[in-house]
């Protein structure tokens, strides 16, 4: 798969990445770097490879799921400019 001009801009557009017409043609050599090095490794054969979640075998932890407020309202609150109780104060935004 390659990508033409028109698709760099489109996907500039999308990304809301302003781009120089200049930088174009650079652009698409690079996304057709990406696109062959993305369809080369998908012709690796993976069959009988168990996926990784980690480079070492380990258990996670598992803790008890309570909840709380983290017993720490008045130190997160303690650096707001405008806070009431432990609650921050910030200006309305929706009408």
């Known amino acids: 798969?390659?990508?033409d001009?028109?698709?760099?801009?489109r996907i500039a557009h999308l990304a809301r990445i302003a781009v120089e017409e200049k930088e174009v043609?650079?652009?698409q050599g690079e996304i057709n770097a990406i696109l062959s090095f993305v369809e080369e490794l998908s012709s690796?054969?993976?069959a009988g490879v168990e996926a990784?979640?980690?480079t070492m075998p380990m258990k996670l932890r598992?803790?008890?799921d309570v909840v709380n407020d983290g017993h720490k309202a008045a130190d997160i609150v303690a650096n707001a400019p405008e806070r009431e109780d432990n609650f921050f104060v910030v200006p309305k935004v929706v009408e």
């Not at 001009?5 to 801009?9: D, L, P």
């Open 1 to 3: 798969m390659s990508v």
């Open 5 to 9: 001009q028109a698709t760099v801009r």
């Open 25 to 27: 043609e650079h652009l």
């Open 44 to 46: 690796v054969d993976v």
């Open 52 to 54: 990784m979640t980690s």
């Open 62 to 64: 598992m803790r008890a």
